[in-house]
């Protein structure tokens, strides 16, 4: 995005209220997320973030409940729950609630899906990568966050960590070098 010239700067402040209003607002439409944030920190002032992570949770049970049949249908169905879950950040900036999100996503599908994943082969590939990915992504955003949550977090991580180090997606995790177990 090209940067302003100072010179159209300085007329945009000098332009009267009214009409810098209305060209506001008409620019804030065309962005779907900018306007989703100012909803939620304007109109709802930050109080409906439980809300949201509740709807994200109810997603990740509907979309782990479809049972797919091949280990790339539960990769999409993942990469389509992790889209909301970035889409939850950038609105709310919410993030423990990406980290909760993320490890109730990917313990849930190993939960319903973990047949799919049993062993590595052709088919389990990059559904295993993206998993171990994913799961390293999860362990560095954890220790981001106040030590006093890792506690919290610790039953959720270690459950996917035994998941991931028994499955399709072991390969992986070594390479990643993620822990067999997560230490508080």
Do not use: C
Request: aromatic share 8%; net charge positive; charged share 30%.
């Amino acid at each position: 995005m090209p940067a302003l010239d100072s010179d159209l700067k300085k007329a945009i402040v000098r332009m009267p209220g009214v009409e810098k209003d209305k060209l506001l607002l008409r620019l804030i439409t065309k962005d779907a997320v900018l306007t989703e944030r100012l909803q939620f920190e304007l109109v709802e002032e930050k109080k409906t973030i439980d809300e949201r992570r509740l709807l994200i949770r109810e997603f990740i049970d509907r979309t782990s409940n479809l049972h797919a049949d091949t280990p790339g249908w539960l990769m999409m169905d993942m990469r389509t729950v992790s889209g909301y879950i970035s889409r939850h950040l950038k609105v709310t900036k919410d993030k423990y609630g990406e980290v909760e999100l993320m490890l109730y996503m990917l313990n849930t599908f190993y939960d319903h899906n973990a047949h799919l994943l049993k062993k590595y082969n052709s088919r389990s590939d990059k559904a295993a990568e993206y998993i171990a990915k994913r799961t390293d992504q999860v362990l560095k955003k954890t220790n981001k966050l106040d030590p006093d949550y890792h506690i919290e977090f610790a039953e959720e991580i270690n459950k996917l960590l035994q998941w991931v180090h028994q499955t399709a997606p072991a390969h992986y995790a070594r390479q990643l070098s993620l822990p067999k177990e997560w230490v508080v």
